[in-house]
């Protein structure tokens, strides 16, 4: 088993962009806490059997999401790693990351977290330019940005922050300027994000109504190249689509959902894996908490095809570095997949899009981008 990720459902004030599940409204967040508790207890025996080494039932990361976690108190976040502990084998030294924004990461705030067992901070920085936070309703402001950065180098080696590339109105030397600012303060892991535009978020209506110009794809194109060169440049590695780390700075929380190994989802809306089914809670805080109070787990399962598994090894194999293993297609899924997946990727071949060494297939720098919509491309449709 890899991990174990608490979603914690609240927020400060809503993002334009987002579209997680969240709540603004922190009347329940003492029970949430209680209830997350709860269910990680209810759930301690769901990866009982071992593998041949004995080690499948290891927690190796733990990873507080969200919303915005960082609204926790620290003794709430302890109380809950406590938890973890006491229902769970933790290796000895797990990777324990917090999501954090800035407005939440006063010195002292920082300082505190430094003394908890967290070892790793990811902060939701996005833009270090006062429009881009205000069109997207961030809850911080530049200065706020910067000062948490100056004070969590101080106390934390293992940091990453998120960026939003793509957003209207941003030049490339705009762009450029953000990145440069990250690297000033010599954070080893950078996520970055193309800014989307999802359904029924405030962004969506926006856009509509003429208030922010849509987000165009060329201009995102031309700042992931941007990200790309000027992060290798720099000593950084390109090892998932939107992550870049320096070495042994990789995610180990995330590396383990793109690897395909197991981890249990707590709290609403989050999601769970256990090699052969997916799992995901209810998304509304108040029917997840009288699910909890009734002794009852409110997610439902999917049971994966071979198909539905295919594909997700497609899917995050090719935004990898670790890409797609041929003989692993034949080996997993059966000759027919291999021939149906050398079949449809010719194109992507012929394009320069994707290529093939030593029988694993990647991306090439031009496809990079593209991952996604190659992958759709591939995917094996025919139900088993």
């Not at 940091?159 to 939003?164: H, K």
């Not at 165009?216 to 700042?223: F, K, P, Q, R």
């Not at 108040?286 to 049971?303: G, H, R, T």
Request: hydrophobic share 35%.
């Amino acid at each position: 088993m890899s991990g174990i990720y608490i979603h914690i459902p609240f927020c400060k004030q809503a993002c334009n962009y987002c579209d997680f599940h969240f709540s603004t409204s922190m009347k329940k967040k003492d029970d949430m806490v209680l209830a997350i508790a709860k269910e990680i207890a209810m759930r301690k025996n769901e990866f009982e059997l071992l593998d041949s080494t004995g080690n499948d039932n290891q927690i190796e990361t733990i990873y507080f999401g969200g919303g915005t976690p960082s609204v926790l108190t620290n003794d709430e976040i302890n109380f809950l790693i406590s938890e973890v502990y006491k229902n769970y084998n933790v290796v000895e030294n797990p990777e324990i990351t917090l999501e954090a924004n800035p407005d939440d990461l006063s010195a002292e705030r920082i300082f505190e977290l430094s003394k908890s067992q967290i070892n790793r901070l990811s902060i939701g920085i996005q833009s270090f330019f006062e429009d881009d936070l205000k069109m997207m309703n961030r809850a911080h402001n530049s200065v706020e940005a910067k000062k948490c950065l100056e004070e969590a180098t101080k106390y934390f080696d293992n940091i990453s922050l998120d960026l939003i590339y793509g957003v209207p109105g941003m030049s490339n030397e705009k762009w450029k300027h953000n990145i440069e600012t990250a690297l000033s303060f010599g954070i080893p892991h950078i996520s970055s994000y193309a800014l989307t535009v999802e359904p029924k978020t405030a962004l969506s209506k926006l856009i509509q109504t003429g208030k922010v110009a849509k987000p165009n794809d060329e201009v995102a194109s031309a700042h992931f190249m941007i990200l790309v060169e000027t992060l290798e440049a720099n000593g950084f590695i390109h090892y998932e689509l939107s992550n870049f780390g320096k070495e042994n700075y990789f995610s180990k929380n995330n590396s383990a959902y793109w690897l395909g190994k197991k981890y249990i989802g707590v709290g609403p809306s989050a999601h769970s894996y256990d090699g052969v089914s997916r799992s995901w809670n209810i998304s509304n805080n108040s029917l997840y908490l009288k699910s909890i109070q009734d002794n009852q787990l409110p997610n439902e399962v999917e049971v994966l095809s071979v198909s539905d598994r295919y594909n997700e090894y497609i899917m995050t194999g090719l935004r990898t570095i670790w890409g797609v293993s041929l003989d692993r297609i034949e080996n997993e899924f059966g000759t027919d997949y291999l021939v149906y997946l050398k079949k449809q990727v010719e194109k992507f071949l012929n394009d320069e899009l994707v290529y093939i060494e030593n029988n694993i297939l990647r991306p090439t720098a031009k496809g990079k981008f593209l991952t996604d919509g190659i992958a759709s491309d591939l995917f094996y449709l025919n139900s088993d």
